[in-house]
Each structure stands twice: as C-alpha cells, then as structure tokens.
C-alpha cells in the first residue's frame, strides 16, 4: 500500500503562487508515475499534470488550463513531487489531489490506484 499526503494549499490573490508537495509513504518502490488532479466545487475532477517517477525517466504532461503557468517535479528517489503554481486564477480555486501508480495506464485513463486526501487552493480576485 502507498499513502500519499498533500500540502502546501492555501488562500492566494490572483496572480501570485503556490508551490504544493506530495510526500508518499509505504511500498513507494512500487511507484512508477505520479500527478496532480483537481476538482472544484459542481465540476468533475480535471487533470493538472503528470510525470514519470523511475530514474532517469523524462516526460511531463499538463492539462490545457494550467500549461506555461503551473510545473511539476519531483524526488524519483523519494517519489515525492511537486507542483509549482504561478499566475494563480480565480477559476484555478479547487482541491488539488495527488495520484500515484505503477502503470502508464493511470496517464492515460485517469484512474489512479493510490490517491490522497487533497488540498484546498482558493484564488479570490
């Protein structure tokens, strides 16, 4: 089992930052990719980004909405990872969840074996 814990969410005006982290615990050998959804209050949950955890692998993924203004990265060797956030948005306000799995699969469907419990990023204007 892995167990996954958000932090770093919090109340930021539009236009500034946040940097949210994911730290994982448990059979983190098992992990081979991790990511950031959201979802925000009546719609459905929404891809942010992703990435590959094995050494030396490469090849970030980003939602539409959040390209050239979000960033993802991480520790492979701690699979923890991060999400940089900038230029924050009004309508960027949502709980953000950490994913993790050992297939690609999860990159392309969308279901992921391990989730964490989300941190709340509210942007006012």
């Known amino acids: 089992q892995v167990q996954l814990v958000e932090s770093g969410g919090g109340l930021v005006r539009a236009g500034g930052s946040l940097r949210l982290s994911c730290e994982s615990s448990g059979s983190i050998f098992s992990i081979n990719f991790m990511g950031w959804y959201r979802q925000a209050p009546g719609k459905q949950r929404e891809l942010v980004a992703t990435m590959p955890t094995m050494a030396g692998s490469s090849g970030t993924n980003y939602g539409d909405s959040v390209k050239g203004r979000f960033t993802i990265s991480g520790d492979n060797a701690k699979k923890t990872v991060y999400l940089q956030m900038n230029n924050l948005k009004p309508e960027d306000t949502a709980v953000y969840y950490c994913?993790?799995?050992?297939?690609?699969?999860?990159?392309?469907?969308?279901?992921?074996?391990?989730w964490g419990q989300g941190t709340q990023v509210t942007v006012s204007s």
């Open positions: 994913a993790a799995d050992q297939s690609s699969l999860a990159v392309v469907t969308g279901n992921w074996r391990y």
